[in-house]
């Protein structure tokens, strides 16, 4: 925890990582961003900064001071503090840090995932609504409690919840619905062993981490199959 921002080669090539950026990187965000050769991060004054993948011409790309960061090719998605009170509220802006505005006003947005020109969150109660961008208005996609969601784009919201509230069945398990709002149900996918943070889906594949018999493990399911496999066992 010590501040910095390091590169090193994808292969695995480099006998020691790069040291691009020293003592400026925020320890509280986990968000790092690397787009037209340029890496966005929040500096330890919580404010948006853009730096050259070889950690020079570093820029301030915003100065209103923020705790969370979302890059896509067009935007940058942001929370700030509200001027009339101490909650925040979930912006969005230009790459180049133009046209700051709030995605809806007075609303925080919660596990954020833009798919074209809409964005999907969730609520305090993590009810799974979307809205287009730049109309300012909220539109429930489902009534389901969900954490932690990965909008894929084969058509589909990936998320965690329990297995069914009202039979009192608490086991995390993973579900996929439908990104038009058309699933009756939520798909049941797997029953993870223990409690995740992490949900990444790529090329029909979802990535996770996983507890079980005092194990931990990144675990990967095949969205159609159902077929679980461990790619990593850590410590």
Same mark, same amino acid.
């Given at each position: 925890?010590?501040? &910095?921002?390091? &590169?090193?080669?994808?292969?695995?090539?480099?006998?020691?990582?790069?040291?691009?950026?020293?003592n400026d990187f925020h320890n509280s965000c986990a968000q790092i961003y690397v787009l037209n050769d340029k890496v966005y991060y929040l500096g330890t004054d919580s404010k948006l900064y853009a730096m050259g993948i070889d950690g020079q011409n570093r820029e301030l790309v915003s100065d209103k001071v923020s705790d969370y960061l979302a890059i896509t090719k067009e935007y940058i998605i942001h929370d700030v503090k509200r001027e009339d009170s101490a909650d925040k509220e979930t912006h969005i802006m230009k790459l180049d840090g133009s046209d700051d505005k709030a995605v809806i006003e007075?609303? =925080?947005?919660?596990?954020?995932?833009?798919?074209? /020109?809409?964005?999907?969150?969730?609520?305090?109660?993590?009810?799974i609504f979307r809205t287009k961008i730049g109309s300012g208005e909220a539109e429930l996609v489902y009534d389901i409690a969900a954490y932690n969601f990965n909008v894929s784009n084969d058509g589909y919201i990936y998320f965690?919840?329990?297995?069914? #509230?009202?039979? =009192? =069945?608490?086991?995390i398990c993973l579900f996929r619905v439908k990104?038009?709002?058309?699933?009756?149900?939520?798909?049941?996918?797997?029953?993870?062993?223990?409690?995740?943070?992490?949900?990444?889906? #790529?090329?029909g594949q979802a990535f996770f981490m996983d507890e079980e018999d005092? =194990?931990?493990?990144? &675990?990967?399911? /095949?969205?159609?199959?159902?077929?679980v496999k461990n790619i990593f066992e850590y410590k």
């Open positions: 925890r010590d501040n &910095r921002i390091y &590169r090193i080669k994808t292969d695995g090539s480099m006998a020691e990582p790069q040291l691009i950026n020293d007075n609303t =925080k947005l919660n596990t954020v995932a833009v798919v074209e /020109d809409y964005i999907y969150y969730t609520t305090g109660d993590k009810e965690f919840g329990y297995e069914d #509230v009202e039979a =009192k =069945k608490y086991t990104t038009d709002g058309t699933s009756e149900k939520a798909e049941l996918l797997y029953k993870l062993a223990d409690n995740s943070d992490y949900l990444n889906v #790529v090329n005092s =194990k931990s493990f990144i &675990r990967m399911v /095949d969205v159609d199959s159902k077929e």
